[in-house]
Structures are given as C-alpha cells and as structure tokens.
C-alpha cells in the first residue's frame, strides 16, 4: 500500500526561527511529489518536484527531493506567523491521472 | 478569475438524510477530484470525473456515495442516508488537463456535519 509519512506532526516556533518539515514515501511508480499549505480553507498549491537534488524556491519557501531516499524536506526561514498553517505532502504516481496520495500533514504554529 | 467554488460550506444533516455537495470547477477546467478529509487525518482521494464520465472511482465507498460530472453544472458527490461517520470535510479540486498539468486547484471544501 502507497505511504506517506510526514514529521513531526506538529511544531511550535518563534517568529523568525527556520524550521525544516519532513515527507518520505513509499509508492510504486513515482512521479511527482507535491507541497500545500493548509489553513482553514482550501489547500493551496506551494511545489512540485519531479528530480532529485534541485532545489524549488519561492520566496523564504524551499523544498528539495531526494528520490533515492525517498523524502523530501520543505524549509521556511524567517518565519511569520502568517506561515502557521497545516502542511500537506502528496505523491503521484504515473498513470493515475492527477490522484495524490497524501499525508497527515504537519501542524506549524508560530508565536510572536 | 474565481477559483474552485464548493457549496455549501457548511451542511448539518440528520442521520439517514441525504447530503448534496457542489463543485464548480475553475474556468476552463474539465477533471475534477473529490477528497475527504477526517480530523486528524489526511486528505483522502475518492474520486475522479471528467465532463459526463467517471475516470476512478477507487477510493469510493461501496455503498450509499456517488458522484456525477454533468455537461452542464457543477460536479455533485451525493451521499445517501448519511451516518455519523460520514462527517468530514469533502474537498473538490480541478485541474486542467490530467495529463499535462498536475497541479490540483482545491476549493475550500464543505464541511458535513451527522448528527
């Protein structure tokens, strides 16, 4: 059965700190590994990654894939309180369209 | 430039009542993909629709939900005689096309509530 694992699953910081959310995976065929964030609506889309070793950035966001490994690791510097949201890691794999398998999530909150 | 629309937002039923939940895909998106959600838990794939069919309906129970993609209209997931069980926030999402774009566009989901 396809896995996905994300640590820890909950994390409390102090705005300003840089903190590193993790997601490894078991899956037949994969094809793409992809990154939301959760608040209280709809998650929204943060990255993709389909090679290993190139790093995505957008912003104090980044996030890695090591499909040797097979984990990913996404990082947030500086953090804000806006950043307090659920993170969700996904799998796809090929020939299943767009179906994402996904984790728990890993639950960020940052204090002042 | 509205994104995936889902309504109602909230939806309280009684056990043994039916739940209707609506899903407006974003402009130009023809695939559509419900997920459910427990508390504490991760999203959860369910099913798959483009315009009229069913794609994979894997991740569907068996019994009592099903789920239509009409020419025109929003995508509905229907459950029938709903149990406590069934509450949970369903989440919609679309995409263009499967085979190119992979990012999934979420709405912000309807929360089910089964009293």
């Known amino acids: 059965e396809d896995k996905v694992v994300q640590s820890p699953l909950s994390l409390v910081v102090h705005e300003g700190d840089t903190v590193t959310l993790n997601c490894s995976y078991e899956?037949?065929?994969?094809?793409?590994l992809l990154w939301y964030k959760q608040e209280k609506k709809a998650p929204t889309f943060l990255f993709m990654l389909?090679?290993?070793?190139i790093e995505k950035k957008s912003g104090r966001l980044s996030s890695i894939l090591d499909k040797k490994e097979l984990f990913s690791i996404l990082n947030i510097t500086a953090t804000q309180t806006g950043d307090s949201a659920i993170y969700l890691c996904a799998v796809r794999k090929t020939g299943t369209a767009s179906k994402l398998t996904f984790g728990t999530g890993t639950r960020l909150q940052v204090t002042l | 430039n509205a994104g995936v629309m889902q309504n109602p937002r909230h939806l309280v039923r009684r056990r043994g009542q039916e739940a209707r939940l609506r899903c407006s895909p974003m402009k130009g998106h023809s695939h559509v993909y419900w997920y459910r959600q427990l508390p504490e838990e991760g999203l959860k794939f369910m099913v798959y629709?483009?315009?009229?069919?069913?794609?994979?309906e894997s991740g569907m129970p068996k019994e009592r939900f099903s789920a239509e993609f009409p020419k025109e209209g929003p995508s509905i997931l229907r459950i029938q005689q709903v149990v406590r069980g069934d509450s949970a926030a369903y989440f919609c999402?679309?995409?263009?096309?499967?085979?190119?774009?992979?990012?999934?566009?979420f709405g912000s989901g309807t929360q089910l509530s089964v009293l």
């Open positions: 389909t090679s290993s070793g």
């Open positions: 899956v037949t065929n994969f094809r793409s």
């Open positions: 629709l483009q315009k009229e069919n069913i794609i994979d």
């Open positions: 999402a679309s995409s263009y096309d499967a085979a190119t774009n992979e990012k999934l566009f």
